[in-house]
């Protein structure tokens, strides 16, 4: 095994969390906060599982502008030379490319290797999890690897695609298997066969691999967007600041993401199984699955009475207000300092086309 000198973890944190309005706004969304009512944000929790595989000083986050002074005002300890900020969202190649970039001239130009993981995911056992990407990180600096990991299903679900395993391979920390094939969002009858034949794992977005064999797979499957990220190396290196350079290259590279571009192309992909527990927290009816309920089957954050009424979500991040429900069930409310969510669970969950509609103020 290539023993690497350098390890990175990069964090994306561009997302605006639509379906967790009106909490989650583009200045300020979902993983700046806690939807559990607890004292640290998502993205705190996040860098602190990072460093458990790293030092805090090889920690990068990747954002966009609209959020570097929610970053920073949340996690003032983080190093503010260490938040890049994209002018525009061109989806997760151009990001994860920029990673690439920044990691690489952060390892003066030296063989590195990275993580990447998603800001606003929750994850309680950091042992487990750290055992998980440390066998990802064996399997990627082994050879020209791309490595994600995979997520235990525990149910099947329609709104995450899926790895197919194949191969197993023992490695000196884990167990690694050649990815046969990724798989789109599926039906539930097919999300159901995928359970049943024990073989796949949920795709959750988390990567691994050396900065050669990423750089490697974009230039081979996505010739335009490796040449302007080389653009883009060459003028950081010539003095440039990478605001600077970013405006001037950035918005010119195709949006597409890191599954389509080359995940779903190359041959040299490998899967680990996770060994942790996971959740992606997407809309609000994810909250019911980290909080008590009451008598009433009822979840909330605040204070609360009912009559009548069963299996309700309520969150008032304002502390400042009530909340009483009267003979309805299954239902969502959201109290914020300018506006209040009524909706039912099943239409949490289409948020993100209502946030679209709303005037500028309310986003």
């Not at 030296?110 to 995911?121: G, N, P, W």
């Not at 798989?183 to 794992?201: M, T």
């Not at 899967?271 to 992606?280: E, L, R």
């Not at 400042?320 to 099943?346: E, F, P, Q």
Request: aromatic share 8%.
């Amino acid at each position: 095994m290539i023993t690497m000198k350098k390890r990175y973890v990069v964090i994306m944190a561009g997302g605006a969390g639509e379906r967790f309005w009106p909490l989650s706004r583009i200045a300020k969304p979902k993983h700046l906060w806690n939807v559990f009512g607890g004292e640290k944000c998502i993205l705190e929790q996040t860098i602190e599982r990072a460093c458990k595989i790293v030092d805090l000083s090889n920690i990068i986050i990747i954002t966009n502008k609209e959020q570097v002074a929610g970053i920073t005002s949340t996690c003032p300890s983080f190093p503010k030379e260490n938040i890049i900020a994209e002018p525009v969202g061109r989806n997760t190649t151009a990001a994860i490319g920029l990673a690439s970039v920044i990691v690489g001239m952060r390892a003066n130009n030296e063989d590195a290797s990275f993580v990447v993981l998603s800001s606003d995911h929750v994850i309680n056992d950091t042992n487990a999890f750290t055992n998980t990407i440390n066998c990802a990180f064996e399997k990627a600096e082994s050879g020209d690897f791309l490595v994600t990991v995979g997520i235990n299903p525990t149910f099947p679900a329609t709104g995450f695609g899926y790895i197919k395993r194949g191969d197993a391979q023992k490695l000196s920390t884990g167990e690694c298997f050649k990815v046969e094939r990724f798989y789109e969002k599926p039906n539930l009858e097919r999300a159901k066969s995928y359970i049943e034949s024990g073989c796949f794992s949920w795709n959750a977005g988390i990567f691994i691999w050396k900065t050669s064999s990423i750089n490697s797979a974009i230039q081979h499957n996505a010739p335009k967007i490796s040449k302007t990220l080389e653009n883009i190396k060459l003028d950081i290196s010539n003095g440039i600041g990478i605001d600077e350079v970013l405006q001037k290259h950035y918005p010119n590279i195709e949006k597409i993401s890191i599954d389509f571009s080359v995940m779903e192309r190359a041959n040299n992909v490998w899967v680990v199984p996770s060994k942790f527990d996971w959740d992606d927290v997407g809309s609000w009816n994810a909250i019911e699955r980290h909080l008590p309920k009451d008598e009433n089957e009822s979840v909330a954050v605040g204070e609360y009475y009912s009559q009548d009424a069963k299996s309700n979500t309520i969150f008032d991040a304002t502390k400042k207000r009530a909340t009483i429900i009267a003979g309805l069930r299954d239902i969502v409310v959201v109290h914020t300092d300018d506006a209040t969510l009524v909706c039912s669970k099943a239409d949490a969950e289409k948020l993100r086309d209502l946030v679209k509609s709303l005037p500028p103020k309310y986003r």
